[in-house]
């Protein structure tokens, strides 16, 4: 079992690009979480994901973020328009989701470094 | 609304001392608690949490409530435990079942 995999690991894009960022969960997980990290700063929950079904976005900026976990696929996670503000390292965990609650054991990938210029 | 603090980025210790990371929240549910770690060039991966009570690579942490603390402890520091540590705090009052982060710290263990 390969882990939860993240890719790219780097990513730089220009102001007003779209950034996309994939994450696969690992085998037999049917629960994705985002998270985004700024500098010097705590892991920030953007958005909780099942298959087909956004069941928290919270997290997530009203304008130019999204995200999706298709029935078949990776989740992606879609920033438009980039600004600079966006940079930050993006984590994607997964859970098997029948823990119940937050007692889920969650595993994270390695993260996408996202750079704006 | 979930918060955590950790009051420490960087703790810096000398192998064999005693360790506590600190970590308080604020939460107005029955509180699940937890410690995530991130050594050198890997991922975050859980290193305990409370309703398992269990001593992980010599470390545990016990739920304070009447203090809303969650403090890692480890008495005898080594110097593979240098990594980023991060607490963690659910709860699903609002039905949402995502982990609210403290902003970490990382402990050095010098030789």
Redesign the interface.
């Known amino acids: 079992n390969a ?2 995999m993240q890719n790219p690991r780097h990513l730089v894009r220009r102001r007003g690009q779209e950034a996309r960022l994939r994450c696969s969960p690992m085998k037999g997980h049917s ?1 994705v ?1 985002w ?1 985004r990290q700024l500098p ?6 953007m958005v ?1 994901l099942q298959k087909e079904n956004i ?2 976005e ?2 997530m900026p009203k304008e130019r973020f999204s995200a999706e976990f298709p029935k078949e696929g990776p989740s992606i996670l879609r920033i438009q328009q980039v600004v600079r503000g966006d940079s930050a390292a993006y ?1 994607c ?1 997964s859970s098997t ?1 029948t823990e119940g ?10 993260g996408t470094q996202l750079s704006v210029l | 609304a979930q918060r955590v603090t950790q009051p420490e980025k960087l703790l810096s210790v000398f192998k064999g001392a005693p360790v506590e990371l600190k970590c308080n929240y604020s939460y107005s549910g029955s509180p699940e608690l937890f410690w995530y770690v991130q050594y050198s060039r890997q991922r975050l991966q859980l290193l305990l949490r409370h309703i398992s009570r269990e001593s992980i690579k010599g470390f545990t942490a016990d739920l304070n409530k009447g203090e809303t603390s969650f403090h890692l402890k480890k008495p005898f520091a080594q110097e593979e435990d240098s990594a980023m540590y991060y607490c963690a705090l659910g709860g699903a009052y609002t039905g949402r079942r995502a982990l609210t982060f403290g902003s970490g710290t990382r402990l050095q263990v010098q030789p």
Do not use: P, Q, R
Not at chain 1, 40 to 45: A, V
Not at chain 1, 101 to 110: A, I, M, P, R, V
């Open positions: 882990g939860v629960h979480y998270y010097e700063e705590g892991l920030k929950f909780y069941i928290d919270s997290g984590f965990a989701g609650s937050t007692n889920e054991k969650l595993f994270f990938g390695s």
